[in-house]
């Protein structure tokens, strides 16, 4: 999942900045911002439409900071990199579509999940949909994604291809350079609907919790980012917001 922004670098919005300290929850209120990460490619959930960062994934960050009372300052960067930018205090927490995995938890703290989703196969009319029919065929995911690794474990299949950006995997599905690509259920759903009837959506390879990260070690952040996903979820918020992008609730606090 996702890449560095071109748009987000015209911006400035990529943290050029010198290394930050690590940053605790009474640092952050008395300084009234949270710094947060994502990718700004990765539509619904996180990109710009023209010079603005929008997104399921970025509209949840903000109304967390609000209940918060904090300012938001967004930083964008790849998605594979995130991880080792948490530990080197780049930014508070990264909001950027994260599978809960027993190999991420080795290096970071995950949040509740703000959202439950999976990866489904995505081919061209005709193609494979179904996981028995990917015996032989080239498949196309994101590099260091958990659909890169569901599509390694698929039996049989040909080749699995890695890409920077979630967006190349679908370009090289439709220029015919794979056979199959493997996504985000809801990411699937936006490009087959966008497509002009050039793409199917099929089966789901696995289904996977979804939340944000920050730094190991760091409890009383990672407290308030929990209590204030359960209140918005209380209050509404969080429904309100999955229908505005998805038309569905896909929230799971569990």
Request: hydrophobic share 40%; glycine share 8%; charged share 25%.
């Amino acid at each position: 999942m996702r890449s560095i922004s071109a748009i987000a670098l015209a911006l400035g919005l990529v943290c050029a900045a010198p290394t930050l300290q690590a940053r605790d929850w009474a640092t952050i209120k008395q300084t009234g911002t949270l710094i947060a990460a994502t990718e700004g490619a990765y539509p619904p959930f996180n990109y710009f439409q023209g010079g603005k960062l929008t997104g399921y994934e970025v509209d949840v960050m903000e109304a967390i900071a609000k209940k918060l009372n904090l300012k938001l300052d967004w930083r964008t960067l790849g998605f594979d990199a995130q991880v080792a930018a948490i530990a080197q205090d780049r930014f508070d927490v990264a909001i950027a579509s994260h599978g809960i995995t027993e190999e991420r938890q080795k290096s970071v703290d995950f949040t509740l999940p703000h959202y439950c989703s999976g990866g489904q196969i995505v081919a061209k009319p005709g193609g494979p949909l179904k996981a028995a029919e990917l015996q032989g065929k080239t498949l196309g995911v994101q590099l260091a994604t958990t659909y890169a690794d569901a599509a390694r474990k698929v039996s049989g299949a040909k080749e699995v291809k890695t890409y920077p950006k979630d967006t190349d995997a679908q370009q090289a599905l439709l220029g015919g350079r794979i056979d199959a690509w493997v996504t985000d259920r809801f990411v699937a759903q936006t490009a087959v609907q966008k497509s002009g009837n050039k793409l199917k959506s099929g089966e789901l390879l696995f289904v996977e919790r979804v939340a944000m990260i920050l730094r190991k070690g760091n409890p009383e952040l990672l407290g308030q980012l929990n209590q204030t996903l359960k209140d918005l979820n209380s209050d509404g918020t969080l429904k309100r917001i999955s229908e505005k992008y998805f038309k569905e609730d896909v929230t799971c606090l569990n």
